[in-house]
């Protein structure tokens, strides 16, 4: 079975605490997800955020909740995992034994690897198909070589907008897909 991601992203989600729980507690009820992340790089008042969104983990124990690199906040806040960006890889292996879960967006067979080695949980790799302004994918054919090459999780990322997209990318032998649009459409 393949894992499904989450990531929240303000313009489907809100900007504020009460809409952004209200959203997530909507999304949670209304598809399959394992693991949901709280994207927000542009919000002054990130903690606020992130307080809301973990509050609906002991309502929904079944899913993972992941903060979006802010490392320390996570750990204050108990949440499950941290998914750290692609230019933040060299943060992998203090994250890693810190104790917190790690996903990290790579764009290469070569980060995978490093994630990988450093401890990381899993990694997105991406984009896999078309995505606004994410330029060129990197498509099955690239995925299946990443797949094939390193042991921890990959999530495909980029364009997973409907069943189609994950039949293909399970079949290129992803652990799972993260995606923003698959879960608010």
Known sequence: MILRYAITDPKYYGTSANELKESVKRVLDSKE???ICLRDKKSKNYE????????????????LFLLHTELELARRLEADAIHLSSDMIGSVEAAARSGVRVIVSTHSLEEAKVCEAAGAYGVTYGPIFNTPG??????????KEITGKISINIFALGGITGNEEIE???????????SIRYFVD
């Open 168 to 178: 293909a990318v399970e079949r290129a032998g992803a652990a799972g897909f993260a």
């Open 48 to 63: 606020a955020l992130a307080e809301a969104f973990l509050s609906l983990k002991p309502s929904f124990k079944d899913t």
């Open 134 to 143: 994410k330029g060129a994918p990197k498509g099955l054919e690239k995925l």
């Open 33 to 35: 997800v394992d693991m």
